[in-house]
């Protein structure tokens, strides 16, 4: 007996069919093929491939921004929670990073949860800037610099290892803080 996928599953395999094969390979056909499922078992969870994509970039917007966050808040200080910050953003797949870009100028739903994600992250940022004593109009900036150079990197560095760009972002912060 074939175990039921859960709609967690169907997601997972999206993030994965995203990451290899980029947006054009989500497809009810192409990640029902990659479940081994029929249509019908895709139909099951998802109205339309519309709903699977606003799910797939709910799980996006959840694991690489709010689940990120929260575990960079459980380091000590401001400055630890930058570094944690780095080697927590440093392993995210870029090529999710960019897939879930070329989707947003396709699909406005979409669009706007990038945004969302973008303005989260960028006030996130901003704040551990500022905690770290920077003045808070100089945090923000900051921040915003620092977030255009991490989607700059997905772009720029698409095979760089997490260590590559661990060594990058400690390289970067240095320039900043002369």
């Not at 007996?1 to 009810?28: C, F, H, N, S």
Request: net charge neutral; hydrophobic share 45%.
């Amino acid at each position: 007996m074939v175990e039921r996928l859960k709609y967690a599953d169907w997601l997972d395999i999206g993030l994965a069919l995203l990451a290899q094969a980029g947006p054009d390979a989500l497809t009810i056909d192409a990640v029902s093929a990659r479940a081994n499922r029929s249509k019908g078992s895709f139909y099951h969870h998802f109205e339309t491939i519309d709903a699977y994509l606003l799910a797939l970039a709910e799980t996006w917007r959840e694991k690489h921004t709010e689940a990120v966050i929260r575990r960079a808040e459980n380091a000590a200080t401001p400055e630890d929670k930058l570094d944690a910050l780095n080697v927590l953003t440093s392993t995210v797949d870029q090529r999710v990073e960019q897939g879930f870009r070329a989707l947003a100028v396709r699909n406005p739903a979409i669009a706007d949860l990038c945004h969302a994600v973008d303005q989260r992250r960028t006030q996130f940022l901003a704040r551990l800037h500022a905690d770290a004593g920077i003045a808070p109009e100089s945090a923000l900036m900051l921040a915003r610099i620092e977030y255009a150079a991490f989607l700059g990197l997905a772009i720029t560095e698409p095979r760089s290892t997490p260590e590559e760009r661990q060594a990058l972002y400690r390289r970067f912060i240095a320039f900043l803080r002369r």
